[in-house]
């Protein structure tokens, strides 16, 4: 009981951070934070022509994160633009000026796990989270239950109405936990087609830890904000 009293409360901290860090889209990074403040944005960008237009970048002009790595851009504007480019073209700009690693176990699971959710394949999810009612889910703060219950009682229903849906990663933070690993996302996620299309702020925290060798997740935090009127 302690030992999940305490996930619970670290993955609040998390899901806290990662809520404050959805104002700042495309911050990204896979080591463990020093600080709950945002760390303060590198001085120079690794790039030296915009990715949107390809003019000569402006010290002045806001920068994005990714990777780890400080993108820089030629004009106010151009920065959200890269904010709504697929994950994989962020990674190709990316890949002309450093190598790319490959993600640790634990974030490699947590991106498995928003691929099979954006896909609505709630069978592969099923082999992402421990087994047997071990897994636990809090949504928006409330205790949801079981992975299994959750699945049934929460996600099944929701998937029925509104089929699978595309995700965009804003922001990835990993963060060691004693045995165990956090994996905390921000994404925007938009489900359904005309009157039932929803535009949702997403902040999914992931509490994996080692089966055997195998990454599982033991508890999922599911935090989320209906924006849709705000794009209307």
């Known amino acids: 009981m302690f030992v999940r009293t305490t996930i619970v409360l670290v993955t ?11 104002a700042q889209p495309g911050h990204q990074g896979h080591h463990a934070p020093t600080t709950t ?3 303060p944005q590198p001085a120079r960008a690794i790039n030296d022509r915009c ?7 402006d010290p002045d ?5 990714w990777r780890g790595q400080s993108i820089g851009f030629c004009c106010p504007g151009c920065e959200t633009k890269w904010d709504a480019k697929p994950d994989a073209e962020k990674d190709a700009f990316l890949g002309k000026f450093v190598k ?19 896909a ?13 009612g071990r897994a636990t889910v809090l949504q928006n703060g409330s205790d949801a239950g079981t992975w299994e219950r959750y699945r049934d009682e929460y996600l099944k229903p929701e998937l029925k109405v509104f089929g699978a849906s595309t ?19 921000t994404v925007m996620l938009t489900a359904g087609e005309e009157a039932k299309k929803k535009v949702l702020s997403v902040a999914v925290t992931l509490v994996i830890v080692d089966e055997g060798g195998t990454p599982k997740i033991a508890h999922m935090h599911w935090s989320s ?8």
């Open 61 to 65: 002009t806001a920068m994005r994160v």
């Open 167 to 185: 995700w965009r990663t804003v922001s990835e933070v990993e963060t060691p936990l004693g045995t165990a690993t956090l994996v905390g996302h």
């Open 51 to 57: 990715p949107i237009q390809g003019g000569e970048v």
């Open 225 to 232: 904000r209906d924006t849709t009127s705000d794009r209307k």
């Open 37 to 39: 403040q945002p760390d």
């Open 12 to 22: 609040f901290i998390a899901v806290g951070t990662l809520l404050t860090s959805a």
């Open 120 to 132: 609505g394949d709630t069978s592969a999810l099923d082999r992402l989270f421990l087994s047997g």
């Open 100 to 118: 790319v690693g490959p993600a640790s176990p634990a974030v490699d699971l947590a991106r498995r796990f928003h691929a099979a959710r954006a």
